[in-house]
């Protein structure tokens, strides 16, 4: 199954074009804004269903699909629907990621981590810490995309030294999106003079 979800973002005016300042702290002309997607519950679902046909195609087992709040809540109960899996979610607590609400991990339950889009994987990674924390297996990582630093399944783009997932466990994402990201002392926009926008901080 091919889908352009590239043209997806673009039609849901989620791939904004300026000068943002990614969480990361880097500088990029283009933001994602994954919300924006999946504020339409049809392409959500249409998402999550070739999402969840790509790990099924795989054969990786898992009981229970676990995003981390609040930018993975969305693709991760998506995905947890199409799988027919039990769907639990992550938080920040004081800086650090936590389970919480009552959610229960059994002793060797195979936990899959959904992002809405896979950067360095840093917050997908301290959620599989709290999985594994309570006892949990992490036996993967999904996005509805990723951002060309990490490798998933399918594709031919290779790992940069800046994914902190690990090597041995499958990424599965819909498409690569691989667009630049520059250090602030190096960011070619701020040299043509503009300022960094940090996505949210103005009512968006
Ligand atoms: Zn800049």
Do not use: W
């Not at 109960?77 to 919480?100: P, Q, W, Y």
């Not at 195979?110 to 594994?132: F, H, P, Q, W, Y």
């Amino acid at each position: 199954m091919t889908m352009d979800i590239k043209q997806i973002y673009l039609d849901a005016s989620a791939m904004l074009e300026g000068h943002f300042k990614l969480s990361s702290g880097n500088h990029s002309q283009y933001y994602l804004q994954s919300a924006k997607v999946l504020e339409n519950p049809q392409t959500a679902k249409v998402l999550a269903d070739a999402l969840a046909h790509t790990i099924q195609a795989h054969g990786l087992e898992i009981d229970t699909v676990c995003a981390p709040a609040l930018g993975g809540l969305i693709a991760g109960f998506a995905l947890a629907t199409a799988l027919d899996k039990r769907s639990i979610f992550a938080e920040r607590v004081n800086g650090e990621m936590h389970i919480r609400r009552g959610f229960e991990i059994s002793a060797g339950e195979k936990v899959l981590i959904c992002e809405d889009i896979i950067t360095t994987g840093g917050s997908a990674m301290e959620a599989a810490r709290a999985i594994e924390a309570l006892g949990g297996i992490v036996v993967g990582f999904a996005a509805l995309a990723n951002r060309g630093f990490c490798q998933r399944v399918g594709s031919e783009l290779t790992r940069k030294p800046s994914c902190s997932l690990p090597e041995d466990k499958p990424l599965f994402a819909l498409a690569d999106f691989t667009f630049e990201m520059y250090a602030p002392d190096h960011c070619p926009l701020c040299a043509d003079g503009s300022e960094a926008i940090k996505p949210g901080s103005r009512g968006n």
